[in-house]
């Protein structure tokens, strides 16, 4: 069975320090989403593509994180720099046209 | 604003009952409703959908009915069992205006299953 792969699994960092995360779709999902999910909480949309432009970022912190998918296939999700209120999990979707399927998510922990 | 919430954030019952899990929403441009598990440390998992058209779906021990006329979801687990112990999710995708195709969660509810 097709699924979102997304690397890597855990990410420890110190603050100020660049991050990346990577996230490789189900093949022919033409949609993508980044979320951020804080625990306890449900997951909070960054960004959503439609092949390989932005839908929506409005909830991006656009002075520290971007993210790419320049070919409309996988993307990267990036923070410069990283912040300690940036814990938390990181989760990729991807979806075409109906259901929409998640990644394991990056555990990201700021120190 | 437009959002999804649950009624209740924790739910406990007994190994063979059956679990009711709700879900309110307030965009009324919603066509799809997906219902997910999540466990500690993983990502959320499909377990089912259901469009806009439809006022309920089966699928293998789950049943999720949507209320339009309330804008209600619940999803349904019959004869609920220890691994099904996880939050539980509601989502929603607009099908217009600005919000189209942006996968809205709500808070979730915390599903105990006592052996």
């Known amino acids: 069975e097709a699924e979102v792969a997304q690397s890597p699994r855990y990410k420890i960092t110190e603050k100020s320090q660049a991050v990346a995360f990577w996230c490789d779709p189900i093949s022919g999902h033409a949609t993508l989403y980044w979320y951020r999910q804080i625990l306890g909480q449900g997951p909070e949309l960054l960004v959503q593509f439609q092949d390989e432009s932005v839908v929506d970022d409005s909830q991006l912190p656009k002075d520290r994180f971007s993210a790419e998918r320049l070919k409309g296939v996988d993307s990267t999700l990036k923070i410069q720099p990283a912040e300690l209120g940036d814990s938390a999990m990181y989760l990729c979707?991807?979806?075409?046209?109906?259901?929409?399927?998640f990644g394991q998510g990056t555990r990201l922990t700021v120190v | 604003g437009e959002s999804v919430g649950l009624h209740l954030p924790t739910l406990s019952v007994q190994e063979g009952d059956n679990s009711i899990i709700n879900c309110a929403y307030s965009n009324s441009a919603s066509d799809y409703f997906i219902w997910y598990k999540q466990e500690s440390g993983k990502g959320p998992q499909f377990i089912i959908d259901i469009r806009s058209n439809m006022d309920k779906r089966q699928g293998q021990r789950v049943t999720v009915l949507l209320n339009k006329t309330v804008k209600h979801l619940s999803l349904q687990i019959a004869a609920t069992q220890p691994g099904d112990s996880a939050v539980y999710f509601c989502a929603e995708i607009p099908a217009g205006g600005t919000s189209y195709g942006k996968l809205t969660f709500g808070q979730g509810t915390i599903l105990t299953v006592h052996p």
């Open positions: 979707a991807s979806r075409s046209p109906a259901k929409a399927f």
